[in-house]
């Protein structure tokens, strides 16, 4: 077996040698010269301006108010959970996130609460006084400035399915774990 091995590796680099060495004299002087290669800058600009596809995930996401909540639900028909709606409305963009909370969490990359915007992914734990995992999730619908708005698909026993919440004031403030901006 090891032989086996062996001839694999001695294939492997004959092959890269091939195809990733410069086979003319011209380009293995380029290759070795001393030149320092020129460095491409990309500047990182954040807005807090909503994009227009912002604006139509929270449309789209708004016409679901009222739907059923469903352990497991991630269509209108059926109703949804939480990380269902969230997954439900990005993907009717083409924007694929989980149907899980847990992995919500790690979709896009994090924003500072002073910075969500419309369609930014709101993450919460779970109701318990001691959960410190993910346990709910939504799509923040206000402006940043306002305070933070979001809209979800709730079991709670009061009004639940798809409704609009406010974090600051509410339990949800408690709760609040991340932004995540996908967009």
């Not at 939480?82 to 847990?102: D, E, I, K, M, R």
Request: with cysteine; net charge positive.
């Amino acid at each position: 077996m090891r032989f086996v091995w062996i001839a694999f590796i001695a294939l492997v680099a004959l092959l890269l040698g091939v195809f990733l060495w410069p086979s003319r004299p011209a380009e293995r002087a380029a290759v070795t010269a001393e030149e320092p290669l020129p460095v491409q800058r990309t500047a990182w600009v954040t807005s807090n301006r909503p994009t227009p596809k912002a604006d139509s995930i929270v449309s789209f996401a708004m016409r679901q108010l009222g739907t059923n909540y469903c352990y497991a639900g991630n269509t209108p028909a059926t109703g949804f959970d939480c990380s269902g709606f969230v997954q439900y409305v990005f993907s009717n963009f083409n924007l694929p996130v989980p149907h899980s909370t847990a992995l919500l969490i790690d979709v896009g990359r994090p924003v500072a609460r002073e910075q969500a915007r419309r369609g930014d992914i709101v993450v919460f734990t779970g109701t318990a006084a001691t959960s410190t995992t993910p346990g709910h999730a939504g799509i923040i619908v206000s402006a940043p400035g306002e305070p933070l708005r979001f809209i979800h698909s709730s079991s709670a026993r009061r009004e639940s399915g798809v409704k609009i919440s406010q974090v600051e004031g509410t339990d949800y403030e408690r709760r609040f774990m991340q932004v995540r901006r996908v967009l």
